[in-house]
């Protein structure tokens, strides 16, 4: 994996009450899609879902170098991108349920989710659609004399999709404050990368002049501060950037994906679990330098398990929508 400008960063110069709140905010990912695969195994939850376990650490750390006003699109895979860049898990839950207090009022589901308030300009189940989006509210704030920023977070799948290049073009002609983010997790649907992705992937932004990095997306530390230089720049005025961070699903490609041995070894996800798994490096390196200690995680897991199960029994016991409200707010 390449880590470009790694020795440059100072992890240290971070203070402890943030990583640990990143770790705690991963954590909560984690937490919540393990009560999505229940729900969904247990009949409870209409459609399905994609979880995004395993890649906590990107879209925790590209978060939490945005502010509140700064946008973020999303993919198919997305409750981790919401989550990070602030909604809460009982609104997330009533939305997966189809409930009336959902973030789209139970008519988006767990592919369609946004949030204004939080700059989420939604989810988006087409592979690559949100980069015309995402793009386009660079070009907003970029008009407007904001210095907001924009992310676009998309899987690797995604540069086979035209409309991701002529937005790069654009974005990087116009120095708009856009910054996509790739998330490489090995796999479009059931197939590897390598048969579906010719050449290089960092060399297609890099043909556009874009601002590159590529990291390895399952240290959180490290796609925290590469983050923060690269929306501090957009924020300056300097353009866009693109980060290719490598990381993995440790799902199928969706809840009902079990059976993966024709695609996948379970010896290759036994391998990113238990070497490579983004919250135990987190806390592994805070053990090290005696910032943190199995006490201090124990009660962010407890905090984070008694939320997690109040936002589920919230979600379970909210209302479905009234049946009158199904033409409203549906666009033609
Ligand atoms: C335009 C388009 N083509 C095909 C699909 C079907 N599809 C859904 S997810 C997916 C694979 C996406 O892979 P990737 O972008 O790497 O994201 P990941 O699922 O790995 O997070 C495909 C092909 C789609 N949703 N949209």
Same mark, same amino acid.
């Given at each position: /994996? ?10 240290? +110069? ?6 640990? @709140? ?45 502010? #509140? ?6 993919? @198919?895979?997305?409750?981790?991108? &919401?989550?990070? #860049? ?17 973030? &789209?009022?139970? #008519? ?7 949030? %204004? ?7 988006? +189940? ?12 660079? /070009? ?7 210095? %907001? ?19 790069? =073009? /654009?974005?990087?002609?116009? #120095? ?5 983010? &790739?998330?490489?997790?090995?796999? =479009? ?11 290089? /992937?960092?060399?297609? +932004?890099?043909? !556009? ?8 997306? %399952? ?26 961070? @490598? ?6 490609? @969706? ?41 201090? !995680? ?14 589920? %029994? !919230?979600?379970? =016991? ?15």
């Amino acid at each position: /994996m390449v880590t470009t400008q790694m020795e440059a960063l100072d992890y240290r +110069a971070v203070d402890r009450e943030q990583w640990l @709140h990143i770790y705690q905010q991963m954590l909560k990912i984690r937490v919540f899609e393990e009560h999505v695969n229940e729900l969904y195994t247990s009949a409870k939850m209409p459609g399905l879902a994609h979880l995004y376990i395993g890649e906590e650490a990107v879209a925790v750390g590209v978060c939490e170098a945005l502010r #509140k006003d700064d946008y973020i699109t999303s993919t @198919h895979r997305g409750h981790g991108h &919401c989550l990070a #860049k602030g909604a809460t898990m009982d609104r997330m839950f009533a939305e997966l349920l189809g409930k009336e207090p959902g973030y &789209c009022r139970g #008519k988006g589901g767990s592919m369609h989710i946004a949030d %204004q308030d939080t700059g989420n300009l939604g989810a988006n +189940a087409i592979v690559g659609g949100s980069a015309g989006i995402a793009t386009g509210a660079a /070009m907003s704030a970029k008009m407007r004399g904001s210095d %907001q920023v924009a992310v676009c977070f998309f899987g690797e799948g995604a540069l086979g999709q035209g409309l991701l290049y002529e937005t790069m =073009n /654009m974005a990087q002609l116009w #120095k708009f404050p856009v910054i996509y983010v &790739c998330e490489n997790n090995l796999y =479009n649907e059931y197939t590897h990368h390598s048969e579906s992705t010719a050449g290089s /992937m960092r060399a297609r +932004a890099e043909a !556009f002049g874009l601002r590159t990095e590529e990291i390895d997306g %399952q240290d959180a530390r490290l796609v925290y501060l590469t983050a923060l230089r690269l929306v501090e720049r957009a924020r300056r005025g300097e353009g866009p950037a693109f980060l290719l961070c @490598h990381t993995y699903r440790y799902h199928g490609h @969706h809840v009902g994906d079990i059976n993966r041995a024709y695609y996948r070894s379970k010896e290759e996800e036994q391998f990113w679990k238990t070497e490579r798994d983004p919250l135990q490096l987190l806390a592994d390196w805070l053990t090290q330098e005696s910032l943190a200690d199995a006490g201090i !995680f124990e009660g962010i897991e407890k905090e984070v398990r008694i939320e997690a199960e109040a936002a589920v %029994q !919230f979600a379970l =016991n909210a209302p479905y929508p009234a049946p009158e409200e199904v033409t409203l707010h549906v666009y033609v």
